[in-house]
């Protein structure tokens, strides 16, 4: 719980530092594109509901990217201020050469919320069980890989 509580304290503290900490009489509209709705962002949508966000005049509107590349192209485009993804795709566009890539904001969250399940129960599971078999990702965009 103290990890969902830095993430969501980390999301106040970046959004204040980028549009201030006065309170407004009007909100300030930011537009934040995670690349998947995920049960690790729960602090962010609670203190959306919870109107925190508008308590410090920040209109904030979620977007799911379903996927880092879509993600990254909304923030690169201008239509979003704040992306959630990996860093992978700032390094991409830094290689290929755009000088105006992202700057990423590292270990908003510390571990990858990726599960590995079984339609069967295995006991004493170690990784050589899924050794050649096929691995399907659980969100759009993932691969489908032989292990």
């Known amino acids: ?22 309170k407004t009489p009007s909100l300030k509209k930011v537009t934040l594109n995670e ?3 995920s049960i690790f962002y729960a602090p962010q949508y609670v203190a ?12 904030l509107d979620v977007e799911t990217g379903f996927g880092a590349d ?12 704040i992306g959630f993804m990996g860093p992978e795709a700032t390094i991409y566009q830094y290689q290929e050469g755009n000088r105006d890539y992202a ?5 908003l969250t510390q571990r990858a919320g990726n599960f590995l ?12 069980h899924i050794k050649g078999k096929d691995v399907i990702g659980g969100r759009k965009g993932d691969c489908q890989c032989t292990m």
């Open 103 to 107: 700057v990423n904001f590292a270990q």
């Open 117 to 128: 399940i079984s339609r069967k129960e295995i006991k004493n599971f170690s990784w050589d």
């Open 70 to 81: 879509k993600t990254m192209t909304a923030v690169i485009s201008g239509d979003a201020d």
């Open 35 to 37: 690349v998947a709705h």
């Open 1 to 22: 719980m103290k990890k969902y509580a830095f993430m969501t304290s980390l999301l106040l503290i970046c959004l204040c530092c980028i549009y201030g900490c006065q």
């Open 48 to 59: 959306i509901e919870l109107g925190y966000f508008k308590e410090e005049g920040i209109d």
